[in-house]
C-alpha cells in the first residue's frame, strides 16, 4: 500500500465548471506597479511563457507598493494590451471589485456595473474573463450581488464570476442565488500559505471541493516573507530549508508547492515582479511532497503537533 506519494499537483486547473484552462500558478498584479511599458509586456509576455496564463488584477490595485493610485495597476495592464494586443488572447484575465477606499466595502449592484465598466475601460478590454467581488459587503442581499453578476455576464462584459475573502457560508449563499439565474460561482480567493492555514481549517476548502469552485490562494508567499524568512517561526524556516535541500529548489518555491498539494487544486496567485523570480517560482509544479512533508510544515508553522 503506498501512502507517501507525491501530494504537489502541478497541472492546469480548470475554472469552475466552465472548462477554461489556467497555470496552477498565476500571475497576481498587486504591485503591477511600473510606468515602463516596455518592461511590463515584457514582464507579463514572461509570465505567459511560463504558463501563468491567469492575470490577476483588481481595480484597487495601485493604491500601494508605489503605485500611482485607484486603478493604476489595471491601466498599466491596459497600456500593455493596448500595445501587443496578441497577449490578450493568451491570458485568462481576471479583475476584482467591490472596494471604494473610505466606505469600504460596496456590492450595489449599480456601483458593481458601474466599477466593472470602468474596470474594461482601463484594461483596455471589451470582457473580462473573471469577475470577483473584492470584500463582501454584508449589508448588500446576496441576491442582488447575483442579479448583477448575472446582468454582466448577460452582456457579455464578463465571461465567470468568482470571490474573493469571503466565508464559507457566503460562498454558499451567493452560490445559490446564482443557480437561480443558471450561473455557477467558478472561483474563491482566500489567503493561504504555510503560514496562513486558516483556509483549510475553516471550511474554505471544503465548500470548493462541494461546489466544484476553483480556489485561489492569494499571498502564498505571506507578502514574501516565506521566501525572505524574515517573521517566520525558526521552525518553520528550518522545515522550508530541509526540504528546499533535497529538492534542489529555494524555500519559497517549497512555501507554493505546499499550496499546490492540497487537494482541492488551489491555483497559487504570486506577485513577484522579476523574471528570475517567476522562473524559479514555475518550479514549484514539479516538486515533490508527501504526506509527510505537509505535515510537517505544518505542525512547523502551528508551533505544536497534530493530535
Known sequence: MTIQGNLVNGEQRELGALGTKVGAVSFGCWRFTGSDVQADTALIEHALDLGMNLVDT?????????GSGFGANETALGDVLRGTPSLRDRMVLATKVGIVPGVPYVSDPAYLVQATEASLQRLGTDHVDLLQVHRPDPFTHPSLVAEALAGLCERGLVRSVGVSNHTPAQVRTL???????????????PEFSALRLNAMRDGSFDICMELG???????????????????????????????????????????VAFVLAHPARLVAVVGSQNPERLTELARARTVHLDRTDVYAIIQASDGASLP
Open 175 to 189: 452560490a445559490a442565488h446564482l443557480a437561480q439565474r443558471g450561473l455557477s460561482l467558478a472561483t474563491s480567493q
Open 58 to 66: 483588481a481595480d484597487v490595485y495601485g493604491l500601494d507598493w508605489g
Open 213 to 255: 469552485v476553483t480556489p485561489m490562494a492569494w499571498s502564498p508567499l505571506s507578502g514574501g516573507r516565506l521566501a525572505t524568512g524574515h517573521n517566520v517561526p525558526k521552525a518553520l524556516n528550518a522545515v522550508l530549508r530541509q526540504l528546499a535541500s533535497r529538492e534542489g529548489v529555494s524555500p519559497a518555491v517549497i512555501a
